[in-house]
Nanobody
Framework: QVQLVESGGGLVQAGGSLRLSCVVSGTTFRIDTVNWYRQAPGKQRELVAGINSGGSTNYVDSVKGRFTISRDNAKNTVYLQMNSLKPEDTAVYYC????????WGQGTQVTVSS
């Protein structure tokens, strides 16, 4: 059974940092591409960052230079380090991978106060 479990969200002031974690189970993690998405109230879910099995990464323009995605294959975990947070980063953040179909975690709330 494929499971993705996110953690690390919370309330932070603008300019602060948070690190999100996503633990993936039930897949051959080391070959998986894993993504972070976010969804703000009233907005569509958007891709924030992704990392493939070789460690190549991609980011949406609005987070480049502030967010860093990384993975630890020994722990089946993907991280999203978020620095210089802005109020517009406020959203529910979801971990995603593809294993016989798209798989999603339950999400973790990130709130950035101004």
């Amino acid at each position: 059974q494929v499971q993705l479990v996110e953690s690390g969200g919370g309330l932070v002031q603008a300019g602060g940092s948070l690190r999100l974690s996503c633990v993936v189970s039930g897949t051959t993690f080391r070959i998986d591409t894993v993504n972070w998405y976010r969804q703000a109230p009233g907005k569509q879910r958007e891709l924030v960052a992704g990392i493939n099995s070789g460690g190549s990464t991609n980011y949406v323009d609005s987070v480049k230079g502030r967010f860093t995605i990384s993975r630890d294959n020994a722990k089946n975990t993907v991280y999203l380090q978020m620095n210089s947070l802005k109020p517009e980063d406020t959203a529910v953040y979801y971990c995603n991978t593809y294993s016989k179909g798209p798989r999603w975690g339950q999400g973790t709330q990130v709130t950035v106060s101004s």
